[in-house]
């Protein structure tokens, strides 16, 4: 687990920008591909957070990890 605290917020519908919750500066930006809107908010909890992603294949929940912001793990929820 990280030492450092996160916060998430959307910033677009493909976008979402990911702050250090301590100082409140930008640590990573997510930029979708283009044919992936966000649904949800994101719902950040203690190693990671997770929001659901629709593409043209379908809709997905998906987990992202701290503190490299990458992807953990994909839960495909409808078509």
Do not use: W
């Amino acid at each position: 687990m990280s030492s450092k605290v996160f916060t998430v917020a959307v910033a677009g519908p493909s976008r979402i920008n990911v702050y250090d919750a301590m100082t409140g500066s930008l640590y990573k930006v997510i930029t979708l591909d283009s044919n992936s809107q966000i649904t949800s908010s994101p719902v950040v909890f203690g190693d990671g957070f997770s929001v659901v992603i629709k593409e043209s294949g379908g809709t997905y929940n998906t987990t992202y990890g701290f503190p490299l912001c990458n992807i953990k793990n994909r839960s495909h929820i409808s078509s």
